[in-house]
């Protein structure tokens, strides 16, 4: 299943929805269902193991209630994460390799470990959405796909082997990156957390669509211009050790969003690199999830 967050033009509001893979063009409403939650992470957090199984199998019903996409206004699932998004550094070993490249003091170190950081996201931009330039701040704009995890139950000390039993599901983050702040600071928060530069979407897809370890693959295009091709069983550190060493040390609340880093392709791994620019349009792909495309303005 999918499930995705809109606007109606009627009432302006962030409404939530589910999706079917017998026609990807159709959004049905969750009220008809008689369920009622404030937003996304509300959703994650207290829907039940039976109105997941009311879901899933209306979709062999008659009479459902729908809406057609371009009927509606798209918004990123979870529009204000209620924590900042825990992101992965340099998780693929081909993009560590360009990175070091690109600024050999600022990226190349021996990881022996993951490299954590966060990313402040005060609105997610949705599919469609735009992505400021910031023209007279950044000189070294670049986008960056990612398979996102979207954590659904409180996890603390979990272990490898029930690290999946914590997961909802999945989605697309496009981390957009100021290259010239990530490296000038020495650390990378206010280079990737400036307003806009976080999109998500454009739905979550529920685990049970996915083989765990999930093997996907993972793609991003620039002007329809393929960037980055690469597959997510690349990860260096999988999404079960990423769950078992964080709740460790801190409790992973439902909603949580973990972006586990982005393969090789992007702008600065380019040479010469080969940033964005205003009228760009960026187009992140991750199979059975969907597409998230953004433009530069």
Sequence with gaps: MKFYTYKTKDTGREELAIGYAKDDNLL??????DMHFADMTDLIAHITPAE????????????????????VTACAPI??????????????AAHAEESARYKKEAFERDRPYPIYFAKRVNEAVADGGMVPAYENLVDSLDYEVELAVIIGKDAKNVSRENAYDYVFGYTILNDISARNLQTRHKQWY????????TPIGP??????????????????YVNGELRQNSNTNLLIFDIAHIISEL?????????????????AGVGMGFEPPNF?????TVTCEIEK??????TIG
């Design 203 to 220: 739905c979550i897809t529920t685990i049970d669509e996915f083989q765990n370890p999930p093997e996907l693959a993972i793609r991003s």
């Design 276 to 280: 964005l620019k205003p009228g760009d």
């Design 28 to 33: 049905y409403p969750l009220h008809q269902f």
């Design 247 to 263: 709740s460790q040390g801190m409790t992973l609340k439902a909603g949580t969003i973990i972006a586990t880093g982005t393969p």
């Design 289 to 294: 999830i969907g597409t998230l495309t953004c």
């Design 190 to 197: 206010f280079g990737k957390s400036l307003d806009g530069f």
């Design 52 to 71: 997941l199984e009311i879901l899933k199998l209306a979709s062999q019903k008659e009479g459902l209630r729908f809406l057609q996409k371009d009927g």
């Design 79 to 92: 529009s204000h994460p209620r924590q900042d998004v825990i992101c992965l550094g340099i998780n693929y």
